[in-house]
């Protein structure tokens, strides 16, 4: 099937017609909207539709570059609020398991994608609401490195194989420690930052990120960019209480999302 663009005889979106082009801008832009205010939420929601018209291997691999593009707006609010020396705590066990993810990535048929990032998000929204936090807090109290580095360690991996998911999980942890939500925002933003730029080395020299993948990037980038300053802007005006009760709605909205999409690909 022909490209829809071809630059200097790269192919670029190849299978895809102007409408579908037309829907992965308007995905992009809504996902980052919903980035921009909470700090997660935009490559879970990326992937559940954007494999509609893409393959899952390549929605993915093309979500966490246009993400990496997108941190730069976030820099400024987590270099000065996130938490450096909670990140660095975190690095010790996300550093090998993102390169073990990758590996996983790689090799994995892509029907289970959709599968995986499913069964992640059910089970973070049943640990959000059954596990108390008290119990979190309490355990993250007893073993405060030990808990950071396994739960980093675990979100490392879930980065590395389907590139969404890790900070819903992480969240659970972070929320144990931060009550004010910027500073929890910030330092999502953060370890997404750090996170990501780790992945994206490693992918770089898997030889994973193409010249059809980069222009690609380039053309949906802008639409991340607008939805992401109008997400920055209305986070300002929410009011600090409400905000833990709409990021758990989002988490909910985006495990029974991606369950749906799944059975309707299996039938």
Not at 30 to 36: E, L, P, Q
Not at 81 to 110: A, Q
Not at 171 to 189: D, G, H, I, P, Q
Not at 194 to 219: D, H, N, P, Y
């Amino acid at each position: 099937m022909e490209p829809l663009f071809n630059f200097t005889s790269t192919p670029i979106f190849q299978g895809t017609s102007f409408w579908d082009l037309f829907f992965l801008e308007l995905l992009y832009f809504v996902a980052y909207t919903i980035k921009g205010f909470f700090g997660i939420g935009a490559l879970p929601l990326i992937l559940l539709l954007s494999v509609w018209v893409l393959e899952p291997h390549h929605a993915v691999l093309l979500g966490m570059l246009i993400l990496m593009y997108n941190h730069v707006m976030f820099l400024p609010e987590a270099f000065r609020h996130g938490d450096w020396r909670l990140c660095g705590l975190l690095s010790i066990g996300y550093i090998p398991t993102v390169v073990f993810g990758v590996w996983v990535f790689g090799r994995l048929e892509h029907s289970w994608l959709g599968l995986i990032l499913g069964i992640l998000l059910i089970c973070v929204i049943l640990a959000d609401v059954i596990i108390p936090e008290q119990r979190i807090r309490s355990i993250s109290g007893r073993f405060p490195r030990l808990g950071a580095i396994t739960m980093a360690a675990i979100g490392g991996t879930l980065n590395g194989i389907v590139g969404a998911g890790n900070l819903i999980f992480l969240s659970l942890y972070l929320k144990t420690v931060f009550k004010e939500a910027r500073r929890f925002r910030a330092t999502l933003f953060l370890i997404s930052i750090l996170m990501g730029l780790w992945r994206l080395f490693v992918q770089c020299t898997q030889g994973m990120i193409t010249a059809s993948l980069f222009w690609e990037s380039l053309i949906l980038a802008p639409a991340a960019f607008l939805g992401s300053y109008l997400g920055i802007r209305l986070f300002t005006s929410m009011p600090s209480d409400n905000y833990f009760k709409a990021f758990r709605v989002i988490l909910i909205f985006l495990a029974v999302s991606i369950i749906l999409r799944y059975l309707i690909s299996a039938l």
